[in-house]
Nanobody, 112 residues
Framework: EVQLVESGGGLVQPGGRLRLSCAASGFAISSYAMSWFRQAPGRRLEWVSIINSGGDNTYYADSVKGRFTISRDNAKNTLYLQLNSLKTEDTAMYYC?????RGQGTQVTVSS
């Protein structure tokens, strides 16, 4: 089955950190640029970051630049997002995506 499964979310205090993972099955992520999106309650889906297929080019939304790091391990068929210096406004469901496919998401809640 072709799917993406996110994990690693949770409840963290402001200033904390989390590492999200996105495990792919049924296809090789090495063929695709991969992205992270997020959606906070009552808000639109927001693009967070993208990484090219080789992993040597990355781009970030201004809201997360300098705090989040996207990476990939093509051998493990897994995408990552390191979240540092978390803020309450980072609270959202986080999704990984390749063109035409999105995972079910993992919840990140930043609260004291």
């Amino acid at each position: 089955e072709v799917q993406l499964v996110e994990s690693g979310g949770g409840l963290v205090q402001p200033g904390g950190r989390l590492r999200l993972s996105c495990a792919a099955s049924g296809f090789a992520i090495s063929s695709y640029a991969m992205s992270w999106f997020r959606q906070a309650p009552g808000r639109r889906l927001e693009w967070v970051s993208i990484i090219n297929s080789g992993g040597d080019n990355t781009y970030y939304a201004d809201s997360v630049k300098g705090r989040f790091t996207i990476s990939r391990d093509n051998a493990k068929n897994t995408l990552y997002l390191q979240l540092n210096s978390l803020k309450t406004e980072d609270t959202a469901m986080y999704y990984c995506e390749k063109p035409g496919l999105r995972g079910q998401g993992t919840q990140v809640t930043v609260s004291s």
